[in-house]
């Protein structure tokens, strides 16, 4: 049996990755993350210099990486960004999608949600993930297979007083999910689902104060919050060959938090 500390650099070796959604936070340490398994990595993002920034310094380490400029919710975007990246380095084999979006102001409840913010959260969450699909699928069966991560939410999978249209597009995903695993999976096609819990990157950091941060540390049984890193490190298996028999699940990386009835620290 494979130990905890075991290397698994090389496990995808000439691999040909698309990470949406990655020039910070999470996407950022995915694309670290496979770059260091050995993938070729597309940095995509609409932060175009964010993205090349990215790739930049991980060509700098020895990487090979390169950043794209891409809406995901624009399908010729998409579809522009993924012929590129094949044409670069000769087809296409994993695609992880990070690139999501809602506004806290306007995401509110059925009610008074703004129908513009419903559209757009729409659009870069579920018909993101669709885009890429569509034009991902015919590059993966002519490698013969490949595999998709959808990053979702915990949001998916329980009822909100608001963000909406989040939630709904986040289990819209899975579902997306659900579909490709089953339709694909005879074409060497996997496709699986991660649902974070409260991961602290960058932004959520400067969003949340220290008491907000120890309150959601303590709700989870292994008393502490989500880093980037975690989150990388599940996609990196998930698109792996190590995770060949496993396709169509939504794996929770939250800490533990969806089975905890009350606060973990209660029990102590």
Known sequence: MASPAEDVS?????KVAIVTGAARGIGAATVTHLCRLGARVAVSDRDGDGAHRLAELLVAEGHDAAG?????SDRGSVEAMVADVAGRWGGLDLVDHNAAWTDFRTDLDATDVDL???DRVFRTNATGALHLVRAG?????????????????????????ARVSYGVSKAALE??????????GRHGIRCNVIAPGFVLTDSAA????????????DQNPLGRLGTPED???VVGFLLSDRAAFLTGQVIRVDGGLTIAPRLAGHDD
């Open 175 to 184: 579902q997306l999910a659900r579909h490709v695993a089953t339709r694909y």
């Open 68 to 72: 794209f400029v891409c809406d995901v």
């Open 10 to 14: 090389g496990t995808l070796d000439g």
């Open 206 to 217: 400067r969003g949340v104060s220290e008491v907000g941060r120890i309150r959601l540390a």
């Open 137 to 161: 699928v015919p590059l993966m069966e002519a490698r013969g297979g490949g595999a998709f991560v959808f990053i979702s939410s915990g949001s998916a999978a329980i009822g909100e007083h």
């Open 231 to 233: 989150i990388a490190h």
């Open 116 to 118: 513009d913010t419903w």
